[in-house]
């Protein structure tokens, strides 16, 4: 017993790390294939639902395969169809939104900061439609992140435009998702909400790329498939961190995205953020990180915690 009590703490540390890994790669994917989309829509003048449309349908092979080799492809099936298909085109409208915001000129990092917004609007919707009952100190995180958006946006200061509506019609969309996985709680696969999400987005995503079918060519193919690859390899990177580790650790790594949000949009779009974005979105990361230590603090089962922040490229943050 005593022997095989150092091989076990490496392997104890090794499967704790494991989580925060996934979670870093996670959304360090979700931001490329973020960034990718703005520039195949803004930069190359795509239209966005092609765009999302054959990029999603790339990331069913990476989804595809981690469903082959764990749970098997019969965990895609739902068992509650009918709320994974509602949660489905709640999180497709909102990846449809957030891209349309980035596809009209609106940096990565101001999407971030107003999407950001999404677990106060799920802590706010708890309350109106679930009936759940909060303190004072949860109401303070719910002002500081509405707040903090008012700093980011600088209304009357800078002209507040259409993306920025975008976004946080995302973040809004997207909350509501959150609402519709309380309510199912573990009584769904995981496979079956992300292929749930992904089946849906290329139901809603074809009508429209009907009307303005413009095929990419060249290199745009190449960063079309990468951003389905990325976003499907963040998606099974999503379900890992979760299975390796509690929400409460993994969701505060969505924040990292307002980093990648900045070193991307300089990088390849020669955007940089102000002052007032960057104060606006530490406000609604903190807010959003207060209701996280107030969630954990409570008896709420997992079930009930909102695994993740914040919505992108069709991803299942709940």
């Known amino acids: ?17 494991a989580g925060p890994v996934f979670a870093l790669i996670t959304f360090a994917a979700f931001s490329a294939a973020d960034a990718g989309m703005k520039w195949l829509t803004d930069a190359q003048g795509l239209p966005l639902p092609t765009s999302l449309l054959l990029s999603s349908a790339c990331a069913f092979l990476p989804v595809g395969l ?82 903090g958006i008012l700093i980011a946006a600088r209304p ?34 995981k496979g079956a909400l992300i292929v749930g999400t992904l089946i849906m987005a290329q139901l809603m995503l074809a009508p429209l790329a009907a009307f303005d079918l ?23 990177g999503l379900v890992l961190a979760l299975r390796l580790s509690a929400p409460q650790v993994v969701m505060p790594f969505q924040y990292t995205q307002i980093l990648w949000g900045i070193l991307l949009g300089a990088l390849i779009f020669d955007q940089y953020p102000g002052v007032f974005l960057l104060i606006g979105a530490g406000l609604v990361g903190a807010a959003g990180l207060w209701l996280l230590v107030q969630e954990a603090r409570s008896d709420v089962s997992p079930a009930s915690v909102p695994k993740v922040a914040a919505p992108g490229h069709l991803q299942p943050r709940e």
Do not use: K, N
């Open 1 to 17: 017993m005593t022997a095989a009590a150092p091989l076990q703490a490496p392997r104890t540390l090794l499967r704790t790390l």
């Open 66 to 147: 981690y469903l082959l080799v764990t749970d098997g492809l019969r965990s895609a099936i739902p068992r509650r169809p009918l709320a994974t298909a509602f949660r489905g085109f709640l999180v497709s409208a909102s990846a449809v939104c957030i891209l349309y915001a980035l596809s009209i000129g609106l940096p990565l990092a101001d999407a971030y900061a107003f999407v950001f917004m999404s677990p106060i609007f799920a802590a706010l919707f708890a309350i109106l439609f679930l009936g759940e009952r909060v303190g004072i100190r949860q109401w303070a995180a719910i002002g500081l992140g509405f707040l």
């Open 156 to 189: 009357g200061l800078e002209a507040v435009g259409i993306g920025h509506g975008a976004a946080l019609m995302s973040a809004i969309l997207f909350a509501f998702a959150a609402i519709v996985v309380r309510r199912i709680g573990d009584s769904e696969r």
């Open 214 to 236: 413009r095929l990419p060519s060249g290199a745009q193919w190449l960063v079309i498939v990468a951003c389905g690859i990325f976003a499907g390899i963040a998606q099974v």
